[in-house]
């Protein structure tokens, strides 16, 4: 399990279409509310919201 404390990794590879690359690595991925906020913003990458907008994704969890 990785856990994410930065949005940055989640921006690039948003915008890369390369999110689920996460996934392949390491399987669950888990990340923190912040990060959550941070990825939902209005100014966060067009890519990154809408993929937390439509999630289609079972490998990524929330902090709890």
Same mark, same amino acid.
């Not at 940055?8 to 390369?18: D, K, P, V």
């Given at each position: ?36 906020? +941070? ?6 990458? +067009? ?18």
């Amino acid at each position: 399990m990785i856990i994410v404390s930065d949005n940055s990794a989640l921006s690039c590879l948003a915008e890369l279409g390369e999110l689920d690359l996460l996934h392949r690595l390491y399987g669950t991925v888990t990340i923190t509310a912040t990060i959550h906020q +941070e990825a939902r913003h209005p100014r966060a990458p +067009e890519a990154l919201r809408q993929f937390f907008e439509h999630p289609t994704f079972g490998w990524l969890a929330r902090e709890a």
